[in-house]
């Protein structure tokens, strides 16, 4: 039997940041007392209807655009019916056979620079079930004995994202998922944060034989909280498969979870025995036919998103894929790095900000482009390494002064004396001094042991706290130890 | 004063004739006495706090201190609303419908809410979870539904006007079958916020009185857009109170396929009747075709309850109304539903359901929404020819009670002339053309959309030729 | 005509209990209704597009600005249960 390969398509609901629900006016919050965010058409008290919040169909529209769906000319809402103590009116309104925006394409790129590219089936538009609480037993929902719901996030207006299966492996759906939830920071259409469950992604994976182009039968990987765990799942549930597969069984459609606990997969019991959600079309709401016009200023205003950005700053910059991948991976995070590689070699503004920088703010929890490192103090302490008036030791001191006062590099590099001594006469004093004091090793040297140069250049880094150059070190103790 | 129409009520009021608290205090007795069982429940003390307000208030907006009855599927703020069911027996709504905050906004007193068939569905208001309403002209025959309490309670002078709501006919068959004035206007001319929603593409809310001006004068303050009903409309011209007195050049089409077999002779002959007083005021009668409508009750019987199966779905005993004890989730929604709702609501919800359920759909949701398109089509192509078209409103006369529970297709007949223009959403009222064996007949006439103002001034200028009086026999005027 | 096991699968999708009785009585008027109901299979519908509103409307939207929420105490206030502010559920696993 030929190897068996994984196709697999997500779905992902990503919660959008407007100021009001998808279809009523009340707030959107996280994080306050159960049910202070709930009005008659939320709790879908008898009588109520639901109108389109406007801001949503926005921010849906950014997102088709950015993903470079076809826009729908007329959209209509429809009703998926189901009963969940969570959904109040016991029908979602979501969107079915006329989503908002279809057809598009999103290429990934490893950090190899293999690109990934994802056909986007549809964006549309829906809205957020609420939240229940499992009470008395684990606080799961079996074997609690009761539940309770709390609506303050009902009505969310939500995104679902659909992808074709074009994924073949659990590790390019990491890289996808990353990237695309960049894009989505980078539109601004939401926080995007996979804990407190503002983006949710669901698997849908099969396993055919390797050259067949037809559909093995899928399962469905639901609601992983997180990349690393939707990524473990995958290649769980892929491997259970095949050994279903090796074992002479067939892969029943169904929902799984992964329990990153065990690393296992389980079934899922259903919402429902039989799925049958029964679409009709919402009377309640009037189609969304996007005004031309509207879609186009969209488009116009639709900021650098990191693909692009990505693709500059390999091409342009000379940086590594993975690099730019590290360094888009927020609005902030890119723009800051953009105006330092504005004023210092790229390359070492990469290193620096992935690197020293963040290192050393995430001891107090900043972020670049929170304290006192900007761009521009940034760039100018790069300089001062470029022209060697700091060695690198010197620099990341120089950094954490800068950071904890605000200094500019230069100020700092003089108040405490952080320059690189590069001073002839100064360097062979005190390369004498250590050739002497240190006679026995000044002997191995002699005799051809190359190693204890080393240990002349680090003595050299002792006695000057790190400033001497030690490029000028290591040949200076060759020529006053050697005599060449 | 409770003879009065609403318009004369005003008139009385405005010359100091009458205070609104006295004029509420008698319309409150009338509704408290109540042998036909047209109301749910009187908010008396409620209606007298307001009718004293408006007394006292310096402002004199239109509707001062007129009382006005609710049908109980209008949502009002901490007034118990049932919609006629068990589900809901004991809810209070956190909010006021729309419709009722307008009325109340220009002035009007809601004394009562009235009773219904269960979540609108039924033709006889014999669906009530809670009790019979019987007709003022006959107390051993149906009053119509599902607004049969608005429709009796206006006919027997409880209140002088009231709301109903039409989803197939539910205003114009009751108000035909008590002998009173009903109008379902335009689709999306009323806010349906606040109105308990039984199929959502076709309910509208409407007016009942006994006489056209004053279904034309409540209509009035009804019409509008609302931001919190994405269906509701920009009104193109306020709703004028009719005054016209002749018909010259209308052209008026009697639908040929509701005047046969199917309809009742008293009713057919009360219809030619008004034919021939159409004629006699400068109009035209032609016989016109609607080939679709044939299929506009079984359309209906699909579309509607579809619709209310999900609309009715949220009737889950969680977040408000009752429930039935029980010890798991799936035990506790059908339990509660299972049990409280009655069965023909159960009944609509089954074919709702099925109609839409995987491998049913195309063949019966799908289709249904098609032929819905083709009755569209028919009253387009009617309208090309008149002005209006005019039908019975109602095959027959009030029936007897009980006489059609046993066969539910039977109680679906009574809809038969009304529900073909709910299907294409269009205006249409009834008014009393005269007598069938002492039972009224209602006679309705339906228009394109937005031509309520057009309506009214036929159907008033026929009221008037024709003098029919709305007091039912042992009545007190 | 439907037969007995799609009117247990209607009711099960529908969250209805229906009683032995309510269920042969469900099947038979169901089955009644859908003889009269079916007269729309017989139509030509080619080329006829479904109506699903009845009024030319498109693009009614809201601005996104806030309303005030319902007191929590209100929200609450019919519920036949609550537990800790929030709606109580009977057990779901
Ligand atoms: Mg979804
Ligand atoms: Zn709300």
């Known amino acids: ?484 | 004063m409770v003879g009065l129409s609403a318009e004369a009520q005003i008139a009385a009021l405005r010359a100091g004739e009458v205070s609104s608290a006295d004029l509420v205090e008698e319309q409150l007795a009338r509704a408290a006495d109540d042998p036909w069982g047209s109301f749910l429940r009187l908010d008396a003390d409620g209606a007298r706090a307001r009718a004293r307000a408006i007394d006292a208030a310096p402002e004199r907006p239109p509707l001062a201190g007129i009382p006005i009855a609710v049908k109980d599927v209008l949502s009002t703020r901490d007034i118990e609303t049932t919609c006629g069911s068990r589900i809901l027996e004991g809810f209070r709504p956190v909010y006021t419908a729309t419709s009722v905050a307008r009325l109340e906004a220009a002035g009007a007193v809601v004394i009562g809410k009235t009773n219904m068939d269960e979540f609108a569905m039924g033709s006889s208001t014999e669906n009530s979870a809670y009790q019979l309403t019987r007709n003022p002209w006959d107390a051993d025959r149906v009053p119509g539904g599902s607004s049969g309490g608005s429709a009796a309670c206006v006919a027997a002078r409880q209140a002088p006007w009231s709301l109903g709501s039409d989803t197939g006919g539910s205003i114009r068959q009751p108000a035909a079958l008590c002998g009173i004035v009903g109008m379902k206007p335009t689709y999306g001319a009323v806010s349906r916020y606040g109105l308990i929603a039984f199929a959502s593409s076709l309910d509208q809310i409407g007016p009942f009185a006994r006489t056209v001006r004053d279904a034309a004068l409540l209509l009035s303050h009804l019409v509008g857009r609302d931001p919190l009903d994405s269906t509701s409309l920009e009104w193109p011209e306020p709703v004028r109170v009719p005054t016209a007195e002749r018909l010259d050049g209308l052209r008026v089409g009697l639908v040929q396929e509701l005047m046969g077999e199917g309809t009742e002779p008293g009713v057919r002959e009360a219809v030619e009747r008004a034919m021939g007083v159409v004629e006699d005021l400068g109009g035209t009668v032609v016989p016109i075709s609607l080939p679709s409508s044939e299929q506009g009750l079984a359309t209906y019987y699909v579309i509607a309850p579809a619709e209310c199966s999900a609309n009715l779905a949220r009737f889950d005993g969680i977040r408000y109304g009752a429930r039935v004890a029980a010890e798991t989730l799936l035990e506790h929604y059908e339990g509660t539903r299972g049990a409280l709702f009655g069965p023909e609501v159960k009944r609509r919800i089954m074919l709702g359901t099925f109609a839409l359920a995987s491998g049913y759909y195309d063949q019966y949701y799908g289709r249904a929404q098609r032929v819905r398109t083709l009755i569209v089509r028919d009253f387009r192509e009617a309208f090309a020819q008149v002005d209006l078209v005019a039908s019975p409103t109602s095959p027959t006369v009030a029936f007897r009670l009980g006489e059609r529970t046993d066969d539910p297709y039977q109680m679906y007949l009574a809809d038969i002339c009304t529900i073909p223009v709910s299907l294409a959403g269009l205006p249409a009222l009834s008014i009393p053309c005269g007598l069938a064996d002492g039972l009224p007949v209602g006679l309705q006439l339906a228009g394109p959309a937005f031509s309520e103002n057009r309506l009214l001034d036929a159907a008033h200028a026929l009221e008037q030729a024709i003098g029919f009086d709305t007091l039912p026999p042992g009545v007190e005027g | 005509m439907i037969d007995e096991e799609t009117v247990r699968h209607v009711a099960r999708l529908a969250r209805l209990r229906l009683t032995p009785d309510e269920q042969v009585t469900m099947q038979r008027e169901l089955s009644g209704i859908l003889t009269h109901v079916d007269v729309i299979q017989g139509l030509d519908l080619d080329g006829v597009a479904p109506t699903t509103h009845v009024i030319a409307l498109e693009n009614v939207l809201r601005d996104d600005v806030p309303r005030p929420s319902l007191p929590p105490a209100e929200a609450l206030r019919e519920a036949p249960e609550v537990i800790e502010q929030a709606f109580g559920v009977p057990r779901m696993g």
């Not at chain 1, 499992?134 to 606080?139: A, I, V």
């Not at chain 1, 900007?374 to 060695?391: K, Y």
Request: glycine share 10%; hydrophobic share 40%.
């Open chain 1, 1 to 484: 039997m030929s190897a068996l390969e994984p196709v697999i398509g997500v779905e992902i609901h990503v919660q959008l940041r407007t100021r009001t629900k998808m279809f009523c006016g009340c707030e959107l919050s996280f994080g306050d007392p159960p049910n202070t965010h709930t009005c008659p058409v939320c709790l879908a008290h008898p009588g109520v209807l639901p109108v389109t919040n406007r801001e949503a169909v926005r921010l849906a529209l950014e997102i088709g655009l950015a993903l470079g769906c076809e826009i729908a000319p007329r959209s209509i809402f429809h009703r998926k019916n189901y009963f969940y103590p969570d959904l109040p009116k016991a029908y979602q309104i979501s969107q079915y056979d006329v989503p908002l925006c279809g057809r598009g394409r999103f290429t990934a790129v490893a950090e190899d620079g293999r690109e990934i590219p994802v056909g986007i089936t549809r964006v549309h538009l829906e809205e957020d079930a609420a939240k229940l609480m499992h009470l008395g037993g684990s606080g799961r929902r079996a074997g609690a004995e009761r539940s309770a719901v709390d609506f303050n996030r009902g009505g969310t207006p939500l995104v679902e994202i659909v992808t074709e299966p074009d994924l073949t492996s659990a590790a390019d759906v990491a890289v996808f998922l990353r990237q695309l939830r960049q894009t989505l920071l980078f539109l601004g259409v939401s926080d995007c944060n996979m804990e407190e469950g503002s983006m949710r992604a669901d698997a849908n994976v099969s396993v055919r034989p390797a050259g067949s182009t037809a559909l093995g039968t899928k399962t469905e990987l639901k609601n992983m909280n997180s990349f690393r765990f939707l990524e473990r799942g995958i290649t769980a549930e892929v491997e259970r498969q095949r050994a279903t597969i090796a074992a002479g069984g067939r892969v029943v459609q169904e929902t799984v979870h992964f329990e990153p606990e065990t690393g296992e997969i389980h079934p899922l019991r259903s919402k429902e025995e039989a799925h049958d959600y029964r679409y009709l079309p919402e009377p309640d709401l009037v189609p969304v036919a996007p005004d031309p016009a509207w879609v186009d200023g969209l488009r116009a205003g639709l900021p650098e998103l990191p693909q692009a950005l990505r693709a500059r700053w390999v091409g342009e910059m000379g940086l590594s894929h993975e690099d730019a991948d590290v360094l888009t991976e927020s609005p902030e995070l890119a723009a800051y790095f953009a105006a330092v590689a504005a004023e210092a070699d790229p390359k070492a503004a990469a290193n620096w900000v992935r690197g020293e920088l963040r290192a050393q703010l995430r001891e107090r929890g900043e972020e670049p482009w929170q304290g006192n490192v900007t761009p521009a103090r940034l760039a100018a302490l790069l300089g001062l390494l470029a022209d060697g008036t700091l060695s690198v030791p010197g620099a990341k001191e120089a950094l954490a002064e800068v950071i904890a006062t605000g200094e500019e590099p230069a100020a700092v590099v003089a108040r405490r004396g952080l320059g690189q001594i590069s001073d002839e006469g100064e360097l062979t004093a005190l390369v004498d001094r250590l050739l002497a004091e240190h006679a026995a090793q000044a002997d191995q040297l002699r005799s051809g042991k190359d190693k204890v140069l080393g240990f002349f250049v680090g003595q050299a880094m002792k006695a000057t706290q790190g400033r001497a150059d030690p490029g000028a070190v290591s040949r200076l103790v060759r020529e006053r130890a050697l005599g060449g």
